[in-house]
DNA sequence: CGGCTTTGACCAGCGC
DNA sequence: GCGCTGGTCAAAGCCG
């Protein structure tokens, strides 16, 4: 992915939630919009105000819970780690990534489409493969029974893309890869990352129906610094069952006030950010680089 | 025994 | 068209 393409990508995509919310789902109900709102007023403050965010000038073109569709900047909780230094949101999104999201940005045709093909998907996904079982068992006759219904079993409608979640990622400084955020993962792959000499885990959200997943990955030039990236939006709550959940909701409710702390942000978000050096292979850090400081990824390209 | 991790294989997308 | 890479699947094994 080239760098024009990132910046292009994420001029389209401006919107602010609240990343906290993607670890806390608070007790009292749910945040609507509204509610959450005011949250965000000093960061935007912020955003408007700071030279450094080369997006800053997409965030005030737009009154706050209007903005576009696709691109969120965030703070995440340094919960179960140590610090938080950066965090980016990249892909296509709509809404907050939990029902009980401090702030839920506007929904968007393409972002519409998008959730609905995920739920539509999800749901079609076994008629789809048994009809694609019937499609190839009349066109491939000769192919070896068990052979065939694995082939078919992994295979996607043709000329159909992948549809891609709303992602954000966001670097740790944390000695252990899988961060505990209060929900259930279930890890499903991991894959060696090329000019990394560390794997990348992906995990899938346990709870049924929710297609929420995250890649976590361990930047090569410091390898104390764990990189997260969700994709998705969890359905639902905080599992009752959640190991360590517990001591991380009493943990959030005397750690953190109800409110976003956006001094916090700044402190964790700005200066590491033109310090680290980050993945060259990672896309969503180069949107993050690219979106933060347009001088730290050039610095960073070959 | 259920839930989870590991890991090799497979597939799609993309660049050349 | 081919090769590379990221993402996903699913069988096997592990663990509480």
């Known amino acids: 992915m080239s760098g024009e393409k990132l910046g292009e990508l994420f001029h389209h995509d401006s919107t602010i939630f609240d990343p906290y919310s993607l670890f806390s789902l608070r007790s009292g109900g749910p945040q609507g919009l509204e509610s959450g709102l005011p949250q965000f007023s000093g960061f935007l403050d912020y955003l408007q105000s700071s030279t450094d965010f080369g997006f800053t000038s997409s965030l005030s073109q737009e009154p706050f819970g209007l903005i576009g569709d696709r691109?969120?900047?965030c703070k995440a909780e340094p919960r179960a780690t140590e610090n938080v230094i950066s965090s980016v949101?990249?892909?296509g999104g709509t809404r907050a990534m939990t029902a009980n999201s401090s702030v839920s940005s506007s929904s968007t045709e393409a972002a519409g489409e998008e959730e609905s093909d995920k739920n539509e998907k999800n749901e079609e996904k076994e008629q789809?493969?048994?009809?694609?079982?019937k499609d190839v068992k009349g066109a491939d006759d000769g192919a070896d029974e068990d052979e065939k219904a694995k082939t078919v079993s992994k295979s996607r409608k043709k000329g159909e893309k992948r549809q891609r979640q709303?992602?954000?990622?966001?670097?740790?400084?944390?000695?252990v890869d899988h961060l505990e955020d209060g929900y259930r993962w279930r890890k499903y792959g991991q894959k060696a990352v090329k000019n990394s000499r560390y794997p990348r885990s992906y995990y899938r959200c346990t709870t049924q129906k929710c297609l929420v997943k995250k890649r976590v990955e361990r930047s090569h030039e410091d390898p104390s610094i764990v990189i997260t990236t969700y994709e998705g939006q969890h359905t639902h709550h905080y599992p009752s069952n959640v190991r360590g959940s517990s001591h991380m909701l009493a943990n959030q409710q005397s750690s953190m006030p109800p409110s976003f702390h956006h001094d916090l942000f700044l402190q964790t978000l700005t200066p590491p950010l033109q310090q680290l050096n980050l993945p060259a292979n990672y896309h969503d850090l180069l949107l993050l680089q690219n979106s933060i400081h347009p001088s730290f990824i050039n610095s960073n390209q070959p």
């Open 71 to 73: 691109h969120k900047v």
């Open 89 to 91: 949101f990249a892909g």
């Open 128 to 133: 789809e493969e048994e009809d694609e079982n």
């Open 166 to 175: 709303p992602r954000f990622a966001f670097m740790t400084k944390s000695e």
